[in-house]
């Protein structure tokens, strides 16, 4: 049975940082694209930042470029997420995400969700 558990989350004023941690289990983490997603109160999931299945390569979304940085550790099963500068606008849930697709950039193509972290940015 695969699972991903987030955590790492919790409340940060603006400017501020927080790394969140995934563990994987239960999946061949090195055959999957790992990444992360949130999604803010009334809004769509959205993507945030992710590794190619082979983890050669990374991808961002525009609004987080410059500011996050995600990481892998095959041994450990984990992927990081760590998160400099935050904004309010940052504030969301944020989702741990597994994809037998070659790269993971989009909801369609997760193969598994983690329940899920908050993360709440005051300003």
């Known amino acids: 049975q695969v699972q991903l558990v987030e955590s790492g989350g919790g409340l940060v004023q603006a400017g501020g940082s927080l790394r969140l941690s995934c563990v994987a289990s239960g999946l061949t983490f090195s055959y999957y694209a790992m990444g992360w997603f949130r999604q803010a109160p009334g809004k769509e999931r959205e993507f945030v930042t992710s590794f190619s299945r082979s983890g050669g390569s990374t991808y961002y979304a525009d609004s987080v470029k410059g500011r996050f940085t995600i990481s892998r550790d095959n041994v450990k099963n984990t992927v990081y997420l760590q998160m400099n500068s935050l904004k309010p606008e940052d504030t969301a849930v944020y989702y741990c995400?597994?994809?037998?697709?070659?790269?993971?950039?989009?909801?369609?193509?997760?193969?598994?969700w983690g329940p899920g972290i908050q993360v709440t940015v005051s300003s």
């Open positions: 995400a597994a994809s037998q697709a070659y790269w993971l950039a989009s909801v369609s193509t997760v193969n598994y």
